[in-house]
C-alpha cells in the first residue's frame, strides 16, 4: 500500500519555467512533510519542509503548497534552472512515531 | 559532507552469503534508519532504531536481516543469506527525536550492495 504517492514520475521544462511537483498521502496521522531531493550517485538531502499548521511555505525559488482537507501537497520551483535536475522525493512522517515514509520520486530534468 | 558515515560504499556478495553494512550516525542523534533504495529509486523502510531500541522493523527484516545500534560502535546491518533481490543502494540516516523542532534525516552515501 503506497502511503505517499507522487506524480508525474519524470518532469521536463525549460530554463526559467516554473516545475510543479504533485505529492499526495492518505494518513491523516502524518503531521511534518519535508521534501529530499538526491543527485546522480549523492544521498538525498532535505530541500524545504512543512507541518499542517501551514498551507504554504517558501524558501527563495522553492514553495510547499498544502491543502489539508485533500492530503495534497505540491513543490514549485520558480525560474527552474538546470542545476536544479534532480529526483524529488515527497515524504511524510507522524509525530511520536519514528515513521518516515517516502513517496517513488520525481525525476526533474531542467533543459537549458 | 555527510556526517553519517557509512562502510563500506560497495560490497558484492554472492548468493548465500553475509552481508554486513556499518553506519555512524551523526554526533547526537539518537535515531537511526535503514532504508533500502532500488535501482529505480525507490525507498523501502527497513528497521530503525533509538539509541541501541529496536522502534519499528518491516517483516523482511525480520527474516533475513538483522541490526543493531549498541552503545559507542557503529550500528550495522546484516544479510544473513544474501539474494539477488537484496541488491540495491542501502541507505542510513540519523535524526534527533520526534517532536524536536529538526526532525530531518540525515544520510549516508550509502552502501551499494552487488549480489551475484
Known amino acids: 500500500q503506497q502511503q505517499v504517492r507522487q506524480s508525474p514520475q519524470s518532469l521536463t521544462v525549460w530554463e526559467g519555467e516554473t516545475a510543479i511537483l504533485n505529492c499526495s498521502y492518505e494518513?491523516?496521522?502524518?503531521?511534518?512533510f519535508p521534501w529530499y531531493w538526491q543527485f546522480p550517485r549523492e544521498s538525498p538531502a532535505l530541500l524545504i519542509a512543512?507541518?499542517?499548521?501551514?498551507n504554504k511555505k517558501e524558501d527563495g525559488r522553492f514553495t510547499i503548497f498544502f491543502n489539508k482537507r485533500e492530503k495534497k501537497l505540491s513543490l514549485h520551483i520558480t525560474d527552474s534552472q538546470p542545476g536544479d535536475s534532480a529526483t524529488y522525493f515527497c515524504?511524510?512522517?507522524?509525530?511520536?512515531?519514528?515513521?518516515?515514509?517516502f513517496g517513488k520520486g520525481t525525476h526533474l530534468h531542467v533543459l537549458p | 559532507n555527510s556526517k553519517v558515515i557509512q562502510t563500506p560504499r560497495y560490497l558484492v556478495k554472492g548468493q548465500g552469503q553475509k552481508a554486513k553494512m556499518r553506519c555512524i550516525p551523526e554526533?547526537?542523534?539518537?535515531?537511526v534508519f535503514w532504508y533500502q533504495q532500488n535501482k529505480n529509486n525507490e525507498f523501502k523502510f527497513l528497521i530503525n532504531?533509538?539509541?541501541?531500541?529496536?522502534?519499528?522493523q518491516i517483516d523482511m527484516t525480520e527474516k533475513r536481516f538483522s541490526a543493531e545500534c549498541p552503545s559507542n560502535s557503529p550500528c550495522s546491518l546484516e544479510i544473513q543469506s544474501s539474494e539477488a533481490g537484496d541488491s540495491a543502494l542501502y541507505l542510513c540516516?540519523?535524526?534527533?527525536?520526534?517532536?524536536?523542532?529538526?526532525?530531518?534525516?540525515?544520510f549516508g552515501h550509502g552502501t551499494k550492495l552487488s549480489v551475484l
Open positions: 532504531f533509538q539509541n541501541q531500541e529496536v522502534l519499528q
Open positions: 540516516a540519523s535524526s534527533l527525536p520526534t517532536g524536536s523542532s529538526n526532525e530531518r534525516l540525515f
Open positions: 512543512i507541518r499542517p499548521v501551514s
Open positions: 494518513d491523516s496521522t502524518f503531521d511534518y
Open positions: 554526533k547526537g542523534h539518537p535515531v
Open positions: 515524504a511524510a512522517s507522524e509525530a511520536n512515531a519514528y515513521k518516515v515514509i
